[in-house]
């Protein structure tokens, strides 16, 4: 079975430019979320999405959106693009929000760096 | 709030030591644990988790038991391979929320 997919899995960009990221959850899982992990340290969360709704919000800026697809897929859009954006971006999902001891399995993020 | 802080880095050993990262956390409520890996070039794979006070979870020889009357929450394992080489973190999950909260992570090297 396919685990969780991103992509793309490098892109560089420009300070101001916007950026858009993909994720497709494993098969079944209607749970999917987002974090970003700076060099040298750990995943920090961004959002979740459960069913197409925001369930959860992390301390970013506005400049950070997403959405979720009837197929369950994500996207993760960054606007107006800073040089501490730059970062490893991880999409994460499972089968549902509320069971903490539901598992997050994680794809294998897309690295983003900027200019 | 939720935190979650592991022994600093990097650790350095011979493969067959035996090894332990040391992980600690607060939570406002009652939380899963979770140890998860890092291989360079790729995402977190869950090694493992226990859900409730003196569960022990295990995997690929890799141990870590909840303890509640110490908040610990402590990987082991008897004898290491170069394979193992890796990035760990440790996570907490509380009911009802929606988010991991991570530690900073422990670079970990098994040299030959």
């Known amino acids: 079975d396919a685990g969780v997919t991103q992509s793309p899995t490098h892109l560089i960009k420009t300070r101001g430019q916007q950026v858009t990221l993909r994720c497709s959850p494993i098969s079944g899982h209607k749970s999917v979320s987002w974090y970003q992990q700076v060099l040298g340290q750990g995943p920090q969360f961004i959002f979740q999405?459960?069913?197409?709704?925001?369930?959860g919000r992390g301390n970013f800026p506005d400049r950070f959106s997403a959405r979720q697809f009837p197929n369950y897929s994500s996207e993760l859009n960054v606007n107006a693009l800073l040089l501490g954006d730059s970062a490893l971006y991880l999409c994460?999902?499972?089968?549902?929000?509320?069971?903490?001891?539901?598992?997050?399995?994680f794809g294998d993020g897309t690295r983003l760096s900027i200019l | 709030g939720d935190s979650v802080t592991q022994m600093e880095g990097p650790v350095t050993l011979s493969e067959e030591a035996f090894l332990t990262i040391n992980c600690t956390y607060t939570a406002t409520g009652y939380p899963s644990l979770f140890w998860y890996v890092q291989y360079p070039g790729e995402g977190l794979q869950l090694l493992l988790k226990?859900?409730?006070?003196?569960d022990k979870g295990s995997n690929k020889g890799f141990e870590a038991t909840y303890r509640k009357e110490t908040t610990s929450f402590h990987l082991e394992k008897g004898s290491v391979q170069v394979s193992d080489s890796a990035v760990y973190f440790c996570?907490?999950?509380?009911?009802?929320?929606?988010?991991?909260?991570f530690g900073q992570g422990t670079r970990l090297t098994i040299n030959p």
């Open positions: 226990a859900t409730k006070a003196d």
């Open positions: 994460a999902s499972s089968l549902d929000t509320s069971n903490s001891n539901q598992p997050q399995h």
């Open positions: 999405y459960y069913e197409k709704e925001e369930r």
């Open positions: 996570a907490l999950k509380i009911q009802g929320a929606q988010k991991l909260v």
